[in-house]
């Protein structure tokens, strides 16, 4: 079975298909300016470019795993969340707290979906 990455770097690939599944790296916002909302909103765009780029989108994701800096932002996060994810296809999710390398950044999201 053929494995096929994108956006290939030194460290990591964005995205690996395998055998019509997408896997995405954990996406993290660019703008670490912004609150938990408007970080949790980047990813979120980074994700819906990545899964489209890869034959998919958000309403085929299997699983999702989200890292937040602040467990006290949760209700922000979600809320953000709650804005983007279709009604009907809310996938299967976990969000834990975690320590981050840049203290700046406040999120990351990493998703499973199927490819179309």
């Keep these: ?9 030194d460290t990591l690939s964005e995205v690996a298909i395998h055998n019509g599944t997408v896997y995405l790296a954990g996406q ?5 300016t912004q609150n938990i909302q408007g970080q949790t909103r980047e990813v979120l765009g980074h994700i819906d470019r990545l899964l489209a780029e890869s034959g998919s989108d958000k309403t085929r994701i299997l699983s999702c795993q989200i890292f937040i ?6 209700d922000g996060m979600n809320a953000a969340w709650n804005e983007w994810v279709p009604e009907g296809h809310t996938p299967p999710r976990a969000t834990v707290g975690a320590i981050f390398p840049d203290s700046k950044r406040l999120i990351e999201i990493i998703v499973v979906a199927a490819s179309s």
């Design 28 to 32: 993290i916002a660019e703008d670490t």
């Design 1 to 9: 079975m053929n494995i096929t990455r994108l956006h290939i770097g």
């Design 69 to 74: 800096a602040d467990v006290n932002d949760f």
